[in-house]
C-alpha cells in the first residue's frame, strides 16, 4: 500500500507561481499512475492533472492546461505539480492520488485513485 504526502502550498498573488510535491512511500513508485485533484469549499473535487506511470502518458484539465505542468521523478519517488499563471480560481486544497497503472495510462476520475494524500492550501489572491 501506498502512502502520500504532499506539501508545497501557501498564499500567493495572483499571477504568481507555486511548486507542489507528492513524496510516496510504500511501494514500486514506477507502478503507479498519479494524479492532482482539487476542492473548493462547497464545490465538488476535480481532476487537475495526471501522469501515467512511465511518465509519458500526461493529462490536464482544460482549466489549468498551458498554466499547469505535472512531472515525476523516480529517484524521489516524487510527483510535481507546477503551477504558473495562477488565478484567484485555482485557490483550493490540492491532493495527490495513486493507483496501479495497468497498461501506462492516465487515469482522469477521482474514484479510479484508491491512494490519497491529506491536501495542501493553495490560496492565490490579489
Known amino acids: 500500500q501506498v502512502q502520500l504526502v504532499e506539501s508545497g502550498g501557501g498564499l500567493v498573488q495572483t499571477g504568481g507561481s507555486l511548486r507542489l510535491s507528492c513524496a510516496a512511500s510504500?511501494?514500486?513508485?514506477?507502478?503507479?499512475?498519479m494524479g492532482w485533484f482539487r476542492q473548493a469549499p462547497g464545490k465538488e473535487r476535480e481532476f487537475v492533472a495526471a501522469i501515467s506511470g512511465s511518465g509519458f502518458g500526461l493529462t490536464y484539465a482544460n482549466s489549468v492546461k498551458g498554466r499547469f505542468t505535472i512531472s515525476r521523478e523516480s529517484a524521489k519517488n516524487t510527483v510535481y505539480l507546477q503551477m504558473n499563471s495562477l488565478k484567484p480560481e485555482d485557490s483550493a486544497v490540492y491532493y495527490c492520488?495513486?493507483?496501479?497503472?495497468?497498461?501506462?495510462?492516465?487515469?482522469?476520475?477521482?474514484?479510479?485513485?484508491?491512494?490519497w494524500g491529506q491536501g495542501t492550501q493553495v490560496t492565490s489572491s490579489s
Open positions: 510504500g511501494g514500486t513508485f514506477s507502478r503507479y499512475a
Open positions: 492520488a495513486a493507483r496501479i497503472d495497468e497498461n501506462n495510462s492516465v487515469y482522469r476520475t477521482a474514484n479510479e485513485y484508491p491512494y
